[in-house]
């Protein structure tokens, strides 16, 4: 019998979740008392109460450093906040009797009633009523009096009572083995078994070990992040808490495939872990997807294609192994940095220029026609060609929405809308505007996306932060990204580079970069900012010539980027300082919050060329003048002590 306790604790001010959860430092988890424990439950008291009862949560990770120590937790925490029962009564034999509600009270479901059945047990046992929609945790015995000469419960709701019943049933958890689970894994699952969400355990990109960062994440019932409303009701309970419930000597071994049963004290059932294999589920949706016939010619038949695909000593190296290896039939040796490492072999996994220059230098030498890298939690690519040609992300998600049909699921499906955050690239809206698909443009953050995709207005999306992905789950998708590249590889039977190519010769190319300042001072990030929309604002920058050399831009709009969203309509503001020229460059300002420390300050420019002999240039040099001008009216360099940008995309 497991023992289950209550243990007293003081609420953190900064336990706010980003998003993409909460993100910190790891020393901030391991160092201060019952700060993870805090957010757990947080999270957890979020669930409504109605949809607890037998809930199952998914829960994994990208491997990095204290993860397994959190599932403990998250396990531990999710067996206490199961089935209520009631210590303090005590009845000799079985009581049957009304329930008398005072006050016209409401249950903690919204609903009220005078006439449900409650069954009360011997001490110590549990209190079940003959509906769902009530069980009672045993803190909340005192406000229960008996009245002892009708022989029934006397039920006043109050306040605290309802507090104490954000305590209810989480009765299964289903874990990847040894805790691994990609971030599109869990979304996958999530939505497979039909469970009420899922906690993610990783920093995505940012780097691990006990130096580095760590993440705790929460999904919804869609599979997708949680919107805004469930990451501030979490934010609020965690300025709150008082205590948390835990089973502290509950150890769930992660190794083993299978169902782990505990019998809990005071509890009606036993809690239930499963463990699964960490690629099977995933691995079988893209199998419904796209064509593994086609894909395993591609790969292994006798002209095929040579790859090289870097895991980057995140979560996908097993699932790479699994289906481009060993499935799809791709030598063993194509695929590098498979093993999930805690601190990723000391590298920062974040599959860009900079972070996968290894990469880079491999394809550069002309020896593979086709490479990739993942991020930590495996929802990030990034795509290259022969001799290292790189595909931006804007362009990227441009190329398969242009190419859709070569993948065989949107055939079935067909194509409802393509949607792209505000930073990424106009690519995508010329090729929208060609097929006469809806385009929608939302802020960054695919919560946004999912909103859209629940009320059937989008099937493809993408990022210019090298997220890219489609209605099939509710996050971006690392893997079905290469796979919709190979796709359109064996449909096109060219290279990565003469596909771009034709792609800029049809539509015209965006020109596009970024430059990203990581963990600057925050206050004298948030003071650039804060000048630099005031300078924007001014009545007379509108129409306002900006030049460099001899390039001129006529200030078209300025403005703080705000989406109205047309599902629920919603309204989010301050998402990002726009700079919309005549000719429809962009300059943009962002900052970003998946940092753990310090602020992030991204600088994004956008231009379209559509003159056929200018397609080709170097971005850097043509978006040079308005990279000019974006860091002279904001004073970047001078602002934050930096002389260049971190990472140049």
């Not at 011997?122 to 009708?150: D, I, L, Y």
Request: charge should be neutral.
């Amino acid at each position: 019998m497991v023992h289950i306790a209550t243990v007293k604790t003081k609420p953190y001010g900064d336990q706010k979740p980003g998003t993409s959860g909460l993100r910190k430092r790891v020393a901030v988890f391991q160092s201060n008392a019952h700060y993870t424990e805090n957010f757990i439950q947080s999270i957890l008291a979020t669930v409504p109460p109605t949809e607890r009862q037998e809930a199952t949560l998914v829960v994994g990770g990208d491997g990095r450093f204290y993860m397994k120590d959190a599932i403990q937790l998250i396990v531990r925490i999710a067996a206490a906040n199961g089935l209520f029962s009631f210590k303090s009564f005590t009845a000799l034999a079985l009581l049957c009797a009304p329930v008398e509600v005072m006050d016209n009270a409401a249950f903690p479901d919204g609903k009220s009633s005078s006439h449900w059945l409650v069954y009360v047990f011997s001490e110590g046992a549990g209190v079940e009523t003959c509906s769902v929609h009530a069980r009672f945790h045993a803190q909340t015995a005192p406000w229960f009096p008996m009245n002892k000469q009708t022989e029934s419960l006397i039920v006043s709701f109050e306040s605290k009572v309802r507090d104490h019943n954000q305590r209810n049933v989480i009765g299964r958890l289903v874990i990847g083995q040894n805790g691994i689970l990609s971030t599109p894994a869990v979304s996958c699952i999530i939505r497979k078994i039909k469970a009420i969400g899922g906690i993610i355990l990783t920093a995505s990109h940012n780097p691990g070990g006990p130096n580095g960062d760590f993440g705790i994440k929460f999904n919804i019932a869609n599979g997708g992040p949680a919107p805004e409303g469930i990451t501030d009701k979490i934010f609020q309970i965690s300025k709150k808490i008082e205590e948390y419930a835990i089973c502290p000597d509950l150890q769930v071994d992660l190794s083993t495939i299978g169902k782990q049963q505990f019998d809990l004290e005071n509890k009606f059932k036993p809690f239930t872990v499963e463990i699964v294999d960490s690629v099977e589920a995933y691995a079988n949706m893209l199998r419904n997807i796209f064509d593994f016939n086609a894909l395993k010619e591609l790969l292994s038949g006798k002209n095929h294609l040579k790859i090289r695909i870097d895991a980057m000593h995140g979560v996908v190296g097993p699932y790479v192994k699994k289906i481009l290896c060993e499935e799809l039939g791709a030598p063993a040796n194509s695929a590098v940095n498979c093993t999930p490492l805690e601190d990723f072999g000391g590298h920062h996994p974040d599959p860009n220029l900079t972070y996968a220059a290894d990469l880079v230098q491999t394809m550069k030498t002309g020896e593979y026609d086709f490479g990739a890298a993942f991020d930590g939690d495996g929802d990030r690519n990034m795509i290259l060609g022969k001799h290292g040609f790189f595909v931006n992300p804007s362009d990227s998600v441009a190329v398969i929405a242009a190419n859709i049909f070569s993948i065989p699921y949107f055939q079935q499906t067909g194509v409802r809308g393509f949607a792209r955050s505000m930073p990424t690239s106009g690519a995508l809206d010329r090729v929208a505007h060609a097929t006469k698909i809806a385009l929608y443009e939302t802020p960054t953050g695919w919560k946004f996306f999912g909103n859209l995709m629940d009320a059937n207005k989008l099937s493809l999306c993408g990022e210019e932060s090298f997220g890219t992905g489609s209605d099939h789950i509710r996050e971006k998708d690392g893997l079905w990204a290469v796979l919709a590249w190979l796709s359109i590889l064996a449909t096109r039977k060219q290279s990565v580079e003469d596909i771009m190519k034709d792609h800029w010769q049809k539509y015209g190319r965006n020109f596009f970069t970024r430059y990203d300042y990581e963990e600057v001072d925050a206050d004298a990030a948030n003071k650039m900012m804060k000048d630099l929309e005031t300078v924007m604002f001014d009545r007379s920058f509108v129409g306002k010539q900006l030049s460099c050399g001899d390039k001129v831009y006529t200030v078209e709009k300025a403005d703080n980027f705000e989406y109205n969203d047309p599902v629920d309509g919603s309204v989010s503001r301050n998402q990002g300082l726009r700079l919309i020229f005549s000719d429809g460059s962009r300059i943009i300002f962002r900052l970003s919050g998946t940092g753990s420390a310090g602020a992030t300050v991204r600088l994004y420019i956008d231009s379209y060329e559509k003159d056929a002999q200018k397609i080709h240039e170097d971005p850097q040099v043509m978006l040079a003048p308005l990279i000019s001008i974006a860091l002279k009216l904001s004073q970047l360099h001078e602002r934050t002590g930096r002389t260049g940008p971190t990472v140049i995309t």
